[in-house]
């Protein structure tokens, strides 16, 4: 029978091996994962009481392709235990205020006819990106005293890329000139228009639990299609023979024999396949922002109705503040109001930040009463956060995957472990995507091997 390893149990590994195994039901599809558990960070909480905390990411939605969607949701659809979303409610604070609509800022007719844009060839990191979209008014007296909060550098320095993983754009109506536009362009011709569009729905688990949950449902439905896992089975060595990997060997020094490889574990951990000195160079230009995560039970409800809040005010620690009870409909709020609070970023992290500063802040900003009294309060700590990326990160990158694309037949690279791919919904559509076309092209001998 013809072995599948599929490497890394996060979210990503988690569809390509369901994939793989739902297409190839002959074949031995095992998922290889270094920890205890699967799922990544949204396999983990916090727990209190019978009241869950997310790690990861906090709502997990729709992503329009109807067949992964089915794998992910169909369950969950049909379950009185799931709150079904129709729209995610985001707010946002800044300059001191909260707004529960996003877009207070950067929205006025003032906004719209500003024509400062920076004509540029060169528009690759951060700071050069917002002067071409959005001018520098904008990016001088809100872009950038707000990403700086989250920055362990100068965002020069930086690819603009990365800009997106803190949603700064939800501080305008605009999504900003494109290379289509010159720089005299008015915002005005660049506003955001959902007339028509769809929005996927999300679901969040009731009574108490969290996120987790889901991933505990999606290994179910892996297991009972035949997937196997390994655990704990940390890759130390790939033996090949010519030009195709023929096996795994693990920390614990068992062998672990396979006919392909699909690779969705983080870009950082393909130091096992590439050459030594492009994956030195990768990390010098690539880190990891370090987030701490502060979970409450406060006594009383929120002040506002928002799902989640993303602070963009330089001078509050917080980030993104989620408030479970406003998308949970949980029957459980006799117990108290759930709220995490992430913290990013080297500025906000220099000091220690104790949970009663943060709940004064949460007071200050608006989102409790003054009243409000933290019944239960912990941390979390998460090294492996957003990537920042210096430039020439990218494109050192995809030199290295495009190299063992190029060197390792029996290898497929995806998800996580493709450069630029970070967020969950991405990482699900392209792992997914690529999986689809490996058995179309590639794999269709292997169900009678």
């Avoid at 890394?8 to 091996?17: D, F, K």
């Avoid at 699909?262 to 230009?285: H, Q, R, Y």
């Avoid at 620690?317 to 949980?330: G, K, V």
Wanted: aromatic share 10%; glycine share 8%; with cysteine.
């Amino acid at each position: 029978m013809t072995t599948i390893a599929v490497v890394g149990g996060g979210i990503g590994g988690i569809v390509a091996s369901y994939t793989l195994k739902k297409d190839l039901p002959n074949c031995n599809v095992v998922i290889i994962e270094g920890g205890s558990r699967l799922g990544g960070l949204l396999g983990m909480s916090a727990k209190f009481n019978q009241q869950h905390f997310d790690i990861g990411t906090h709502i997990p939605a729709q992503t329009k392709v109807d067949e992964l969607d089915s794998f992910l949701f169909s369950d969950v659809c049909r379950n009185d235990d799931w709150n079904e979303i129709s729209r995610i409610k985001g707010g946002h604070y800044f300059n001191g205020k909260l707004d529960a609509t996003h877009h207070n800022v950067a929205s006025s007719e003032a906004v719209d006819a500003l024509r400062d844009g920076v004509a540029s060839n060169n528009s690759d990191d951060i700071i050069s990106n917002y002067r071409r979209r959005f001018g520098n008014d904008l990016t001088d007296s809100i872009f950038l005293p707000s990403i700086k909060k989250f920055l362990p550098c100068a965002p020069e320095l930086l690819e603009a890329e990365v800009q997106r993983y803190f949603a700064l754009d939800r501080l305008s109506e605009h999504t900003g000139r494109s290379a289509e536009h010159s720089a005299e362009t008015p915002l005005s011709l660049t506003r955001i228009d959902l007339t028509g569009k769809k929005i996927p729905l999300a679901f969040y688990p009731k009574n108490g639990f969290g996120v987790a949950k889901w991933i505990e449902e999606l290994v179910t439905k892996t297991r009972k299609i035949g997937v196997d896992f390994k655990l704990n089975s940390k890759i130390t060595k790939v033996i090949k023979s010519g030009d195709e990997i023929e096996n795994l060997v693990f920390e614990s020094g068992e062998i672990f024999d396979c006919d392909h490889v699909v690779w969705t574990a983080p870009i950082e951990t393909l130091g096992v396949l590439a050459n030594p000195k492009d994956m030195k160079k990768l990390s010098e230009l690539y880190a990891r922002t370090r987030i701490q995560l502060f979970h409450f039970v406060f006594d009383s409800p929120y002040k506002t109705n928002c799902h989640y809040i993303n602070c963009f005010d330089p001078n509050f620690a917080p980030y993104r503040i989620t408030l479970y009870e406003n998308f949970a409909s949980n029957e459980y709020s006799e117990n108290g109001y759930r709220c995490t609070v992430e913290v990013i970023g080297h500025g906000n992290l220099e000091k220690p930040i104790d949970n009663e500063e943060i709940v004064n802040q949460l007071k200050l900003m608006g989102i409790i009463s003054l009243e409000a009294t933290a019944l239960y309060s912990a941390q979390t700590g998460v090294l492996n956060g957003f990537p920042l990326r210096k430039l020439g990160a990218y494109k050192q990158g995809r030199d290295i995957v495009e190299k063992l694309g190029k060197s390792i037949n029996n290898l497929t690279l995806t998800g996580s472990s493709e450069p630029g791919v970070f967020f969950s919904n991405d990482v699900m559509i392209k792992t997914f995507s690529c999986v689809k076309a490996l058995y179309k092209q590639e794999l269709t001998s292997f169900d009678t091997a």
